[in-house]
């Protein structure tokens, strides 16, 4: 095998390492992580977007999202247009959020949101998450089935 063929196969493993590893970072939906805890993961990672690499923060939160939500949402692309969109991009980069639970039931969370956006300007929405009921690997967990539009709250200057 020739040095540069085999220099090739040695930067496409590590390349592949490399990618492997940054997404290993992706905290996956199970049934110990609790509702608050399942929005708390989605709005830090939106927090900080693009760490470790570009919308990171938004395929973290899309991985919370419920199936039903995602038929709506969904695919990815389509998702991270929506999030990058004029309704949802306050949530981007944010400065700092507060989460305040408001209703609990046992299939259904809701929480008020407030958000303090990288503008300064402050938004509220209303954030639910349902449990999981059916067979398979999402059984018993917690995911994101609403957030409503942004309610604008006004500037913290």
């Keep these: 095998m020739s040095k540069k063929l085999l220099l090739i196969y040695k ?3 590590i390349s592949f390492f490399i990618s492997s590893a940054v997404y290993a970072n ?8 609790e509702p608050h805890q399942v929005v708390k993961i989605q ?19 899309w ?6 939500n995602k038929k709506n949402t969904g695919p990815l692309n389509k998702f991270k247009v929506m999030i990058k969109g ?14 305040t639970e408001v209703e609990s039931g046992d299939l ?11 503008n300064k300007a402050y938004y509220k929405f209303n954030w639910q998450v349902e449990k999981y009921t059916k067979e398979g690997p999402l059984n ?5 089935t609403i957030v409503s539009a942004p309610m604008p709250l006004g500037s913290s200057i």
């Design 11 to 13: 930067t496409v493993f």
């Design 26 to 33: 992706l905290i996956e939906p199970n049934s110990s992580i």
């Design 43 to 61: 709005l830090s990672s939106l927090k900080k977007n693009d760490n470790p690499i570009k919308d990171n923060g938004i395929e973290q939160t």
């Design 63 to 68: 991985i919370f999202a419920h199936p039903n």
């Design 86 to 99: 004029n309704s949802y991009q306050m949530l981007i980069n944010h400065l700092e959020h507060k989460v």
């Design 108 to 118: 259904t969370v809701l929480f008020e949101v407030t958000v303090l956006d990288k």
């Design 140 to 144: 018993g967990c917690w995911l994101t």
